[in-house]
């Protein structure tokens, strides 16, 4: 689709930095849109994946710049994604490693303290998630919590306020207030974190319905029976099992609650949860008005009507629930894409298109149903990849193969606006690739390593290496279990070749090398003392 059409920078970002000394500075170094959505899958976006849906907004950047093919983040989790963009370190290092215990230290060295030494205006709006609060921000109005997508609450600079509306709308919105309001004279990077499309995703009533005619693909591993692989059965986020039907699908009968035998957690997790959500008044001042309340049971009653008419069970409800799953999800996007779309015309509008980097990725990959699944925490492909696009002004246009993770975007940020990367940040800069130069000595290998265990989903703790072929997993703490697969054999990761017959040596190479990158980052986790 994109050919590798290379537009070469006439000035790196560092030679831009050193070329203005005061005045007009603003205009000569690079500002920063840094789009982050929270679970967005590569699969639903057009310019990665053509199955499921439209993202034309999405799609801009990518026709417009840099497609990372090879994107992927360190722990797949948000808090900790999070911490490592923030930081540049592996989570070990910035000490975020879950984010049901963790709070993130801010009084460490991070990417907006360093830009804000550096003369950058910087502005943190919507989805944090880490629980202390922001540092190195000049203006900071975050979501509580995961956030909400009806009038949701904020916290802007200390200070707790509900918005009406749309989350993702809203987001936007106080985006562009804060853009107005700058200092004009001083170049600025903004993070815009979007809370869609998480769990439970819900859409804008607006875009209710708007997949409703559209049968979308079974995964080819929907039916994975996990054969050889044990850690990939030990979870609970099976669509089967254990997506709810009344919480994340929105089955919920006003008067009745719905019971099916497929469901044994409905009780437990059900429709409590979902009206906490959607009534307007409960509990927290918000969540959907009147008129928001009732253009959503419009929609969902009949749907609600149907489903328990025909009391699907089995097979059939299974794949009823990823249909349900997949048009919500998608749904949700819908609005995100909008959204891009408002932030690439703002900065069109306002004269600032050919000198900001506009970024868009999300906090980690997410399953759409491949073995399964929905949710992420798994080294495996769908979770551990991120999108990655990349409009830089004057850089290049096409797709970028090598392998980056996010602890690379602090020093690709600070590089972008000429300011040194401290020793002890732990990614690379990927400026060069984005410019179109050819990098000899691109890392041959990225280190995983995910931690949140006992908790929601089930996920054992584990950590890996991947190499462009090969991907080597080791799931520890109450299980002791290795996966080895061949990326280019096997790429929908059905195979464990871990311990089989002709694999020795390639195995053998793997294990060197996580050991290899467990001392690098200085992992204490080693898989062999
Ligand atoms: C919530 C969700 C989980 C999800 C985590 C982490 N449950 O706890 O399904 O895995 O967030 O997501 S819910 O019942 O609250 O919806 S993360 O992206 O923030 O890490
Ligand atoms: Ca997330």
Not at 90 to 97: A, L, P, Q, R
Not at 179 to 184: F, G, H, Q, T, V
Not at 232 to 240: D, G, K, V
Request: hydrophobic share 35%.
């Amino acid at each position: 689709m994109m050919d590798k059409n290379t537009l070469l920078l006439t000035l790196s970002g560092a030679a831009l930095a050193a070329s203005c000394s005061s005045g007009k500075e603003a205009e000569k170094r690079l500002n920063v849109v840094y789009i982050m959505c929270d679970d967005h899958a590569y699969q639903t976006i057009s310019a990665y994946d053509r199955r499921f849906m439209e993202t034309p907004n999405i799609d801009r950047l990518a026709a417009e710049g840099a497609r990372f093919t090879n994107s992927f983040v360190a722990n797949s989790l948000s808090g900790p994604s999070r911490a490592c963009m923030l930081t540049g370190k592996h989570s070990h290092k910035n000490g975020f490693t879950n984010n049901e215990h963790g709070i993130f230290d801010g009084s460490q060295q991070t990417l907006p303290k360093l830009l804000q030494a550096g003369g950058y205006q910087t502005a943190m709006v919507g989805k944090w998630h880490l629980v202390s609060e922001p540092t190195g921000f000049d203006y900071w109005d975050i979501l509580t919590g995961q956030g909400d997508y009806y009038n949701p609450v904020f916290i802007r600079n200390g200070e707790k306020l509900v918005r009406r509306g749309y989350s993702t709308d809203i987001t936007t919105d106080v985006a562009f207030e804060w853009l107005e309001s700058r200092d004009k004279d001083k170049p600025f990077c903004l993070f815009l974190h979007y809370k869609a499309p998480h769990r439970s995703w819900m859409p804008d009533t607006r875009d209710l319905g708007k997949f409703d005619d559209r049968e979308f693909p079974l995964p080819e591993t929907f039916y994975d029976d996990y054969a050889g692989r044990k850690a990939a059965a030990a979870q609970e986020m099976s669509i089967l099992a254990d997506m709810n039907v009344i919480y994340d699908l929105k089955m919920a009968d006003r008067e009745n609650e719905i019971h099916t035998p497929e469901n044994p957690h409905l009780e437990t997790y059900g429709r409590s949860l979902y009206r906490q959500d959607l009534a307007a008044g409960v509990l927290v001042e918000g969540r959907m008005d009147a008129q928001q309340q009732a253009a959503w049971d419009a929609y969902y009653d009949p749907l609600i009507a149907r489903f328990k008419e025909e009391r699907l069970a089995g097979k059939a409800l299974y794949e009823w629930k990823y249909q349900r799953y997949m048009r919500d999800y998608c749904s949700v996007i819908l609005s995100v894409d909008r959204n891009v779309g408002r932030v690439y015309e703002y900065l069109r509008d306002n004269g600032l298109l050919e000198n900001t980097v506009i970024v868009y990725t999300s906090d980690q990959g997410f399953f759409m149903g491949e073995h399964g699944y929905f949710d992420k925490r798994y080294m495996y492909e769908e979770s551990f990849r991120t999108p990655l696009l990349v409009r830089l002004p004057g850089g290049m246009r096409g797709d970028i193969p090598e392998m980056v993770q996010n602890i690379d975007y602090a020093p690709t940020i600070l590089e972008m606006a000429g300011l040194p990367v401290p020793e002890d940040i732990q990614g690379e800069s990927f400026l060069p690739l984005l410019q179109g130069k050819e990098v000899k000595d691109w890392r041959q290998s990225l280190y995983y390593h995910y931690y949140e265990y006992p908790a929601e989903h089930s996920v054992r703790r584990h950590y890996g290496v991947r190499t462009e072929r090969y991907s080597l997993m080791h799931f520890y703490n109450d299980m002791d279990e290795w996966e080895l697969f061949d990326l280019q054999e096997d790429p929908m990761q059905l195979k464990n070749l871990y311990g089989q017959e002709g694999y020795e040596s390639i195995q053998q190479e793997l294990l060197t090398e996580l050991v290899r990158l467990q001392r690098e980052y200085d992992d204490p986790a080693l898989a062999f003392n």
